[in-house]
Structure formats: structure tokens, C-alpha cells
């Protein structure tokens, strides 16, 4: 007789598997290497996908707290290595991977990284060129990050004396490569953007592999260039090498030493132009000179110079003319003054009262007023008769109206 077993429910089936799978040492903490398809990264901040490869596949899934760590972002096609992981998933009894950590695959990681990041910040217009400031023609001072131990430093220094020795240059020292670079790097940056201690900043090291110059990468170091108050020149590695840096920077330079060949101008060219102008203003100072000389020759030997007493026998005679001419208007405006004086003279003796008494007229007053009408006169009113020469007083006898 068959003994009879309990039977599972699928619940409790699937939590058995996935105790099962979840004690394993293996399955605990798997590399799986794949081809990434049907990603999809949802609004929570989780990433869901398939990993791949000729034969099969393996549903995967990335939570928020560890995509958000990830330095580039997964695309359908790319070939990553994934960590993680191997659990069921108990709602729909599918096993999956939950990932951990998630790197591209093979040689190309640092650059589909670079190239992701490069395009990311292209896109928000750190690039453009329009954004980029120039450098100040003599700096006073600046500022240099970078190892205080390596050649870089030496050459930037080296060219800095040579080239412009009035320059100050202020170094912060900071890793150039490994974890903590970055961090050092912003750093720097920051503090001599805070201070304004320095006009241009120098960033850079000597050259070396990808992963070396990895540092200068870092989306927040090129945030932070990106955002200094003082221009940067970024010169990190050799001719041929790029970083972020380069691209965000307000200048690139191929070196360290060609940084600051860039930053300050040449002593030797400032000076030799210097002399090139002073024999020009020679030049043209002895050419003014000369020209001066015959300017002055020729006002000497003019007329003028040699006989000054022709020049104003001449000026004499234009002020004789001008005497004359003044005389006449003078005797001019005198002689039509004096006409219309008399003119109006005449007038005036014309109105003249007396004039008219001389001719034998008189003027009849009574007790001071003036007699203008016979109707005014009575008989034996006393009357004042003025005449030229004098008056007389009459009494009136007899008044006698002119008929009309």
C-alpha cells in the first residue's frame, strides 16, 4: 500500500525553492555574463531585462539602490557581466537574477562608459563653445592641480620660469588616479573657484592608460569644471589622449607643459616686441622731426620772415582804407540826423504858439482860462490879450456875434 505524502500547495512550493536556491554557495554570489535585451527602467528607479546568449536566457532585475550606483547606462545589445543573486520570484514561480553590480563586458567598458557620459553632457550644453571663457593674457597668479609628486607639476613649472617668471603659481596637491582622485580633484577645483586666489587653473597629469586617466571622467569633476568662476585648462595625459575634462574645460591643452605654455604669454616675445616698437617710435619720432624741420624751413624763408615790414605796409594801408570808409558813414549818419532834426524841427516851430502870434494872432484868457468862443464874453468882463510881444488887459465894451 503506497504511503500517502502531504501534498504543497504552489506557494509553498515555490518558498521551498527559493530557500533552496537562496542556500546555495554558488548560486549565492554568481558572475553571469550576457547580452542585455527588453530592458526597461521604470519611474521607481528599477531596471528590468533579459540577459542572453546563443542558447538561452535569464530574467534579471536591478533594484534602484544599486542601479543608481551604476557610471553608465545598459542598452539593449550590450554585453555586460552581471552580479548577483539567483532567487524565485514567488508571485509567477520564475526563477531570476537579482543583480548587484553590473559591468560592461570585455575591453570597450571604459569606453561605452566615456561615451555614454560624453554624450549625456553634450546633451545639457557643457560642451558648447559659447559657454567657454577666455584666458586672461598675463595672469598674476595660478592655480595647479595635480600630484604633487609627478613630472607634471615639474614641467608646468619649468615652463612657467622660463616663459613667465612674474607668474605666481599656486599648487594644490591631489591624487590623479584610484578611487579617491575624483573627490581630491573637485576639491581643488572648488576651493580655487570659492577663493578667486588665482586667474586660471591648470588640471591635469602626465600620461598613462585609460584606467589611469579614468579620474578625469568623473561626471562631477566635470560638473564642478563646468561651474568654476575661473577658467580651466585641462591637460591630462598625451597629444592623443581625451577626457570629459577636456571637452567641458575652457581650454584643452595636449600636455601639462603645453597648459602652460598656454596660460602665460612669452617674456622673450613681450620683450623683443617691446624693442620692435621702440625702434618704430624712433622711426617715426625722427620722421616727424624731419618733417617738421622743412615745414619749418619754408615758413622761414618766406616772405614774411624775411621782409615783416612789407606784411604791414600793406595792413597799413587796409587800416588807412577802413578810416576813411569809417569817416564817411560817420559824416553820413550825421548829415541824415541833422536833416531829420530839422525836419522835425519844423514841425515842432509849425505847432509852436508863439510862431503863430508873430504873425498877429493873440490868445483871449479870462481869469486864467482860455476864451475860444465870443459866446464865453459878457459886456464889461475883463479880459487878457496875449500877443507876441507882450500883453494887455481890456474891458469889454460891446460883444458882438458873427451870424452864421
Not at 19 to 36: A, P
Not at 194 to 219: P, Y
Not at 279 to 304: D, F, H, N, P, Y
Amino acid at each position: 500500500m503506497q504511503t500517502e505524502r502531504q501534498a504543497l500547495s504552489v506557494t509553498q512550493l515555490n518558498e521551498y525553492l527559493k530557500m533552496v536556491l537562496e542556500g546555495d554557495r554558488v548560486l549565492s554570489s554568481v558572475f553571469v555574463r550576457g547580452e542585455i535585451s527588453n530592458f526597461k527602467l521604470y519611474s521607481s528607479g528599477h531596471a528590468y531585462f533579459t540577459l542572453k546568449d546563443e542558447a538561452g536566457q535569464l530574467k534579471s532585475v536591478m533594484f534602484r539602490s544599486y542601479f543608481s550606483r551604476l557610471a553608465f547606462l545598459p542598452e539593449d545589445g550590450m554585453r555586460v557581466i552581471a552580479h548577483g543573486r539567483v532567487s524565485v520570484y514567488e508571485t509567477n514561480g520564475q526563477y531570476q537574477l537579482y543583480v548587484d553590480d553590473l559591468q560592461p563586458d570585455g575591453a570597450g567598458s571604459l569606453a561605452i562608459r566615456f561615451e555614454q557620459l560624453k554624450r549625456k553632457l553634450a546633451a545639457e550644453g557643457l560642451f558648447d563653445e559659447s559657454r567657454k571663457r577666455p584666458l586672461p593674457k598675463m595672469p598674476k597668479r595660478i592655480g595647479v592641480i595635480t600630484s604633487p609628486s609627478g613630472a607634471a607639476v615639474h614641467d608646468i613649472i619649468n615652463v612657467l620660469g622660463r616663459r613667465f617668471p612674474a607668474t605666481e603659481m599656486i599648487l594644490y596637491p591631489s591624487e590623479v588616479q584610484g578611487a579617491q582622485a575624483p573627490a581630491q580633484l573637485i576639491s581643488g577645483v572648488e576651493f580655487f573657484s570659492m577663493t578667486g586666489l588665482v586667474d586660471v587653473i591648470i588640471l591635469g597629469r602626465g600620461g598613462g592608460s585609460a584606467e589611469d586617466l579614468w579620474a578625469f571622467n568623473d561626471e562631477y569633476l566635470a560638473r564642478a569644471v563646468a561651474s568654476c568662476s575661473v577658467p580651466v585648462i585641462s591637460a591630462v595625459g598625451h597629444e592623443s589622449d581625451f577626457t570629459i575634462c577636456d571637452f567641458v574645460a575652457d581650454r584643452r591643452a595636449p600636455t601639462p607643459s603645453a597648459a602652460a605654455e598656454i596660460a602665460v604669454p612669452d617674456m622673450g616675445e613681450i620683450l623683443r616686441g617691446f624693442a620692435s616698437l621702440k625702434v618704430g617710435m624712433q622711426t617715426s619720432l625722427q620722421k616727424r622731426i624731419t618733417q617738421e624741420k622743412r615745414i619749418l624751413g619754408q615758413i622761414t624763408a618766406s616772405r614774411v620772415f624775411k621782409h615783416p615790414e612789407q606784411m604791414l605796409d600793406g595792413l597799413r594801408m587796409r587800416l588807412d582804407e577802413r578810416e576813411s570808409d569809417l569817416n564817411r558813414a560817420i559824416e553820413q549818419t550825421i548829415l541824415q540826423r541833422r536833416q531829420i532834426t530839422a525836419s522835425v524841427a519844423g514841425k515842432l516851430q509849425a505847432l509852436n504858439p508863439l510862431s503863430i502870434l508873430s504873425r498877429g494872432y493873440a490868445t483871449v484868457s479870462r481869469d486864467g482860462a482860455t476864451v475860444t468862443s465870443v459866446k464865453q464874453i459878457n459886456d464889461n468882463d475883463t479880459l487878457d490879450i496875449r500877443m507876441a510881444d507882450g500883453s494887455v488887459r481890456a474891458r469889454v465894451s460891446q460883444r458882438k456875434d458873427i451870424q452864421q
